[in-house]
């Protein structure tokens, strides 16, 4: 069900939708997202374009976070 759900919420923000979406599905705001904004204990951490956060993410909680959902 996962898939179907990302499915139309990818088809709603290539229709021009504006969305604020909370999740552990990293590959959705990959592909999706304008901004991505990483939260750790209620707190903004990080806060980039996907593709800078994806490929050097700056605080160290991030990387740790990635690293652990990614390899």
Known sequence: MI?????????LVRDGMNML?????????REVADEVVFMDQGSIVER?????????PQP???REFLNTLLH
């Open 48 to 56: 980039a374009e996907p593709e800078a956060f994806f490929s050097s």
């Open 21 to 29: 979406c909370v999740t552990h599905e990293m590959s959705f705001p």
């Open 60 to 62: 160290q909680r991030a």
């Open 3 to 11: 898939k179907e759900v990302l499915d139309v919420m990818t088809g």
